[in-house]
């Protein structure tokens, strides 16, 4: 790629209409490594007009099974590119080499998955008797925008855009102010497989500027958002404005996990999963396991194994070897989930692990060490709050009623678990649990071939499986007198 990195309008790598250019800081080590060219609305308005007129150019004349094969193609460039765009996404994001690597095979498997439902779309007729033909065509949406967080930039890119391109749409695609590297270097694979102009725009820049003029614009027939709660209601009002459909909201999440093993003797796995809560993208997940109801004889057993796992935890940047937790993604979050572990701290929880800074990091990068808070309560902000950070709280219960009616008592519905081994409890804690993804003993399933997505104020709308791709479409009715 070039530096600085630029937009990608129509077919065209170019700089932002009034020529910003805004440094990427490599989160480890707080220093600028690279430059990205922001857009403007006058960049955006080419967006949406290349993608309007794209929608009946040359992609008007790709067969769906030609669609599919083409994001086949570009999962194959993908794994190609793995190694170098790999370095690339640790530099900007902080994630350790691993987790780079393994989102970089999300994205190649999303592209396959949607890729292998495009030619499996269809429509439908209706009998209406005799002297009339009714059939239902699924036509594309039209222009779609998606608008993408900073936590899993590839994973988010490729859920929304492989559906949509499968299903025939264009894309407008606006990445998060703190991550656009990687999604502009992945949007070069696509380019370099041949994909027709107009079709996918990337346009990185401000939110507050860009997204307003992508969501209330007549031509987008589609809008997608991943993001906070407090964006999803703007993007909501403004979808309003033209009643675009809302593809889908994914917002946040504050995962409950309930432990309910039989014995002290089979908590390795909860606190296995307790130490990837705040491991894993450093806690930035929305599925982040970061309330931990335990059961009151289990209690101070589990504590001491969570505490014997965080000490096992390789804190530092992607450049050292069997790193496992990186820094923050920015300095702005960085102070929010410090301030998080201070609040923690005047509301009386018990710190039993990190804090602040972890030794051995020196004084550059925005690391936090990974950090439990014991003896909680629901009433506290940092068991309510989305912190998004390695950061978890634990909270003793004496039922698994009383876990329940704590697990759901929380603005978010996204995705909880148990951990159990008696297969009633877990099957009636499934049912009862009020988000839309539950995970028994483990927290693996997510993504690709199965729907994830949140009830209550976590969003709407489900990415991942085969429905997914149905939300990308519409339908058209046409009725005929044969008479
Ligand atoms: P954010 O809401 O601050 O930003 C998300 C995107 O919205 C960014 O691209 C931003 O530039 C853009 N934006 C800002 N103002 C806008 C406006 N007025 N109109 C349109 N777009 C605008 O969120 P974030 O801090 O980047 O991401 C973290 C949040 O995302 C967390 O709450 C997390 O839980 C959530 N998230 C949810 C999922 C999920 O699948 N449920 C996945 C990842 C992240």
Redesign the pocket.
């Known amino acids: 790629m070039n530096n600085p990195y630029q937009l990608f309008i129509d077919g065209v790598w170019r700089d932002g209409s009034d020529g910003t250019r805004v440094p990427v800081i490599n989160p480890a080590t707080e220093e600028a490594f690279a430059e990205v060219c922001w857009g403007t609305p006058e960049d955006a308005n080419l967006a949406l007009d290349a993608a309007e007129r794209a929608l009946s150019g040359e992609w008007s004349t790709w067969s769906p099974t030609r669609r599919g094969r083409f994001l086949f193609a570009v999962a194959a460039s993908v794994r190609r590119n793995a190694a170098k765009l790999a370095v690339l996404f640790s530099q900007e994001h902080g994630k350790p080499p691993h987790q780079a690597a393994g989102e970089l095979e999300d994205a190649a498997r999303y592209l396959e998955y949607f890729g292998g439902l495009a030619d499996k779309l269809s429509g439908l007729t209706i009998d209406l008797g005799r002297g009339q033909l009714d059939y239902v065509l699924r036509e594309p949406l039209g222009v779609t925008v998606h608008?993408?967080?900073?936590?899993?930039p590839l994973d988010?890119f490729c859920r929304s855009v492989a559906p949509a391109l499968a299903a025939g749409n264009t894309c407008v695609v606006?990445?998060?102010?703190?991550i656009s590297l990687v999604t502009l270097a992945l949007t070069r694979l696509f380019q370099e497989e041949g994909i027709p102009a107009g079709v996918l725009n990337v346009i990185p820049g401000?939110?507050?500027v860009l997204?307003?003029v992508?969501?209330e614009d007549p031509r987008v027939r589609g809008i997608v958002?991943?993001?906070?709660?407090?964006?999803?209601r703007?993007?909501l009002q403004?979808a309003a404005r033209n009643i675009t459909p809302v593809v889908s909201m994914?917002?946040?999440?504050k995962a409950a996990s309930l432990v309910f093993v039989k014995d002290a003797s089979e908590l390795d796995g909860p606190a296995g999963g307790a130490a990837g809560a705040m491991a894993w993208n450093a806690g930035q997940s929305?599925g982040q396991r970061s309330r931990w109801y335990v059961r009151r004889d289990l209690y101070e057993p589990f504590i001491e194994k969570v505490i014997e796992r965080v000490r096992g935890l390789r804190v530092g940047p992607f450049t050292e070897p069997g790193v496992q937790l990186g820094p923050l993604v920015s300095k702005k979050h960085y102070d929010n989930v410090m301030n998080y572990i201070r609040i923690g701290i005047e509301e009386g929880a018990r710190l039993i692990a990190g804090g602040g800074r972890p030794e051995g990091v020196g004084d550059k990068g925005y690391f936090v060490a990974p950090t439990v808070f014991a003896d909680c309560n629901n009433r506290m902000r940092i068991v309510r709050e989305?912190i998004?950070g390695p950061v978890i709280t634990i909270i003793p219960v004496d039922s698994l009623d009383e876990a329940l009616a704590l697990a759901n008592d929380n603005m978010f519905g996204?995705s909880s678990e148990i951990w159990t081994s008696d297969i009633t409890i877990a099957h009636s804690v499934a049912a009862k649990l009020d988000v839309g993804h539950v995970t028994i003993n483990g927290s693996a399933a997510f993504g690709f071939e199965v729907p994830?997505?949140?009830v209550k104020q976590?969003?709407l709308g489900r990415?991942g499986g085969p429905e997914a791709i149905l939300a990308y479409t519409r339908l058209k009715n046409v009725w005929i007198n044969l008479k």
């Open positions: 608008i993408a967080p900073w936590n899993y988010i606006k990445p998060a102010e703190e401000s939110g507050s997204g307003p992508l969501t958002f991943t993001g906070s709660v407090v964006t999803g703007k993007v403004s994914e917002l946040g999440g929305c989305e998004f996204l994830f997505g949140g976590s969003g990415e």
